[in-house]
């Protein structure tokens, strides 16, 4: 299922043309509304978004759509003029109307078509819209103009909806909607309307006739109030006012017709600004200083003073300093910088290692003094090339490379640091201080540039040790039309891959017995992108299979070893498995698998417990054993149980006192059945719980 993030600057281009229009009484285009009624615990309702996603948008760009939720649980269902849902006739789900002329619909009953008609529909009013938000007070004003671009009569009405892009939250569905999903944590709703400002029915702009060329006024006001508990709070840079003009009349759903509608971001274009990085993430030696710049856009309609200041999260040592057009300032100092509206700013930044290895994250961040709510900031990576032991690579655009330094942060005892791929497209970068790369390759294309591909072949040669994920790598190399012809050599020879076709017919798939890696890993391939998991085969002997689609044959992913170097190759990313369990275990296995009998070059220093901690059991899934690792700071009687589902005690595999350490015991389930089981830690007045699966 496609869930593009859907930009309102779409609908904008749209309505700037017809604003700016010298003759209002042309041809003028109606930005066609569809208004629906949907629910996140309603299983048909993804299908309702499916069709505004692949069918409607795409070919309508300038329709404007507005999702009511309703009835059950849906947290969102509470919002001022949810009334509107019983107005409109609203019963089945999803249902919805177009312009008020088409009636109740049913998703699959000609949405698209009805969208396509109206949209050739001249428009008989034109609106244009000045408006302010303050995000800290949340006072939302406007005047609006309203314009007949022909003579009317009647009743006319307008409404002010505040409707929210981009919102998370957990949506029911079934398999006609998403193959093998029943549920979806991760769910992305837009369209979401979060208040309907001066009512269901809004208010009146004119009774009576209504004259061609005849400006309407009316001005606004309102606070917006903040939504009842569970709902979350609408987040106004994802958030737009769409007003609406519809002529009064019964019933509401197909007499009473949307003239035209507009939508504006909410937030005031008198103050806004962006910040954009001039430089990519930087690998140097620990004795070089790294240097970023970035620009800060003024691109609000008024003169702007923003503070700005730099922080850096690193080792102990590491220095910094960043420059404006005032002067340089140490880390952790705030400077003012004063921009004319339209115009930038340049802020460079330099981080001084001080010969100490390690990574760190500098955060340049900025804040408009006139308007609390305008506020930014952009970051920088750096990693020394020596005493690092794991390279993270983020090639995705959504920074899913996170997956993988969280999954280290539970299990690994070296260092790492993580990089953008900017930073491998510098030429001839050496890599080889680092004993493994973890590359993320997400849904990006292309998948590959030429010096990344130059310097990872450089790197396996000198005996190197890559993870690769990502989706249509092996498509955007093969496929007619992809970006990354030029990387054949390196798939079939370095990733030791034969590249097949680029879906394998099946978003379930499994790990092989016996394997290191996937033994006992069953999982389906989520839809935070379409899903279109490439198939592949082992290229040669020292290649082998470890994930297949279903049960087989068809292959997803690889390991090889040829002596020299090792690889694992996931065709698909992390992000997509279902399990954030299982794909921590497919992490740590494969970092283990890939640097087993390598020598760390720096010993881990801490070798006294500095706090409890219970950590994710390795590895999980699990059959028959697993490893419980905890720590303990101080002298404690401590308890680890192990329970099923039921909170029944099925082994006790410590019960004493200890003295501080880390502690690692090992758990036999051979006697028990495949499922979810809990194990508990307590130690002193410190308990945890944990999850684990055993999967035989």
Not at 225 to 250: C, E, H, L, Q, T
Not at 347 to 353: A, E, G, K
Request: charged share 15%; with cysteine; proline share 5%.
């Amino acid at each position: 299922m496609k869930r593009k993030l859907r930009s309102f600057a779409i609908v904008l281009i749209a309505i700037s043309a017809i604003i700016s229009s010298q003759n209002f009484f042309a041809q003028t285009q109606r930005n066609p509304v569809l208004e629906f009624c949907t629910g996140t615990w309603c299983q048909w309702c993804p299908c309702g978004d499916d069709i505004i996603l692949e069918s409607i948008l795409p070919n309508i760009p300038n329709a404007i759509v507005l999702a009511y939720h309703g009835a059950g649980s849906d947290p969102f269902r509470i919002f001022p003029g949810s009334n509107i849902i019983s107005l409109l006739g609203f019963s089945g789900y999803p249902t919805g109307t177009i312009d008020r002329k088409s009636g109740v619909l049913v998703w699959n009953q000609g949405w698209p078509t009805w969208v396509s008609n109206r949209n050739s529909v001249p428009a008989t009013v034109s609106i244009e819209v000045e408006r302010s938000y303050n995000v800290n007070t949340r006072e939302f004003n406007a005047t609006i103009d309203f314009t007949a671009l022909e003579n009317l009569s009647g009743q006319y009405s307008y409404n002010i909806i505040l409707v929210e892009d981009g919102q998370v939250w957990g949506q029911t569905s079934n398999n006609t909607c998403t193959p093998g999903i029943t549920f979806i944590a991760d769910y992305v709703h837009y369209w979401l309307v979060r208040d309907m400002m001066n009512g269901a029915t809004g208010q009146e702009v004119i009774n009576g006739a209504w004259n061609q060329g005849q400006v309407v006024t009316k001005t606004f006001s309102y606070t917006v109030a903040v939504p009842p508990s569970p709902a979350p709070d609408f987040i106004p840079d994802s958030s737009a006012i769409v007003v609406m003009v519809y002529k009064n009349g019964a019933p509401l759903n197909s007499n009473a017709e949307i003239q035209q509608a507009g939508v504006w971001p909410l937030v005031s274009p008198d103050y806004v600004a962006t910040i954009n990085s001039q430089s990519p993430d930087i690998i140097t030696a620990n004795n070089s200083s790294a240097q970023f710049s970035a620009t800060l856009y003024n691109e609000g309609l008024l003169n702007d003073t923003y503070d700005i200041t730099a922080t850096i999260d690193g080792p102990s040592g590491w220095t910094g300093e960043f420059t404006t057009v005032n002067g340089t300032f140490p880390f952790g100092t705030t400077d003012a910088v004063s921009v004319t509206a339209g115009e930038s700013t340049t802020i460079s930044v330099m981080v001084n290692p001080n010969s100490i290895n390690g990574s760190g994250i500098i955060t340049l961040e900025y804040a408009s003094q006139n308007n609390g709510g305008v506020s930014g900031s952009i970051t920088f990576s750096t990693v020394t090339n020596t005493g690092v032991h794991l390279l993270v690579v983020d090639a995705t655009e959504d920074g899913y490379a996170s997956l993988v330094s969280d999954a280290l942060d539970g299990f690994y005892e070296g260092i790492y640091g993580v990089v953008s791929r900017e930073a491998l497209q510098e030429p001839s970068l050496d890599l080889s201080y680092f004993t493994m790369i973890s590359w993320s390759g997400g849904n990006s294309l292309p998948a590959f540039y030429p010096d990344e591909v130059n310097n990872l072949q450089t790197y396996l040669d000198q005996g190197g040790n890559i993870l690769m994920s990502g989706q249509n790598i092996g498509t955007d190399i093969f496929g007619a039309g992809g970006q990354s012809q030029f990387a054949q050599s390196f798939f079939n020879n370095y990733l030791h891959s034969n590249y097949l076709a680029d879906f394998g017919g099946s978003y379930i798939v499994s790990g092989y017995p016996g394997d290191p890696i996937t033994d006992g890993v069953q999982f389906t391939l989520n839809s935070v992108y379409t899903r279109s998991p490439d198939e592949i085969s082992p290229i040669d002997a020292n290649t082998s299979a470890i994930i297949q689609f279903l049960t087989g044959p068809k292959i997803s992913s690889v390991k090889a070893d040829d002596g020299n170097h090792r690889v694992v190759y996931f065709g698909f990313a992390f992000e997509q498995v279902n399990d954030v369990t299982i794909a921590d275990s497919l992490i740590a296995r494969s970092v283990r698998w890939l640097t087993d009998g390598i020598i760390l070059n720096n010993p881990i220093e801490e070798t006294v417990a500095s706090d409890y901690r219970l950590e994710q059991n390795y590895p999980n899934p699990f059959n028959p054993t697993t490893q419980i690792s905890y720590s303990i700071p101080a002298e404690s009687q401590v308890s680890l149980i192990i329970y099923d589902v039921m909170g029944r005690e099925v082994d006790n595999l410590v019960n004493g006192r200890q003295s501080a350490g880390n502690y690692e015991i090992e758990f036999d389930a051979s006697a028990l059945a495949s499922g979810t089981y809990f194990y508990k830690l307590t130690a002193g007045e410190f308990v945890s719980v944990k999850k684990m699966s055993l999967l035989k």
